[in-house]
């Protein structure tokens, strides 16, 4: 997995009543952007993550910018398909 300063992490709820968690990577604590993140949630808690199959991290892209990285979810068991 990599990320980078200003991506978001969404946390997918694993259990029923479970709600996603959101938030704001500040911290990329891993070589070449590789976990643990610190992660400022949408509620306010800050808290180092070591994020597992049930995450997904999306590219802050800047205002006007254009996209130059697609959506990447990424595990310890996530795969890319290069076909």
Known sequence: MR???GDRLQIHGKTIGRA???GTITAVRGPE??????VQFDDG???LVYPGSDCVVT???EPGAPAQRSE???GS???????
Request: proline share 11%; net charge positive; no cysteine.
């Open 3 to 5: 990320a980078e300063i």
């Open 20 to 22: 996603n968690r959101s």
């Open 33 to 38: 952007g590789s976990p643990p993140y610190l």
């Open 45 to 47: 808690h800050e808290t």
């Open 59 to 61: 590219p802050h892209e």
């Open 72 to 74: 990447r979810k990424r």
């Open 77 to 83: 068991t996530a795969k890319r398909n290069s076909r």
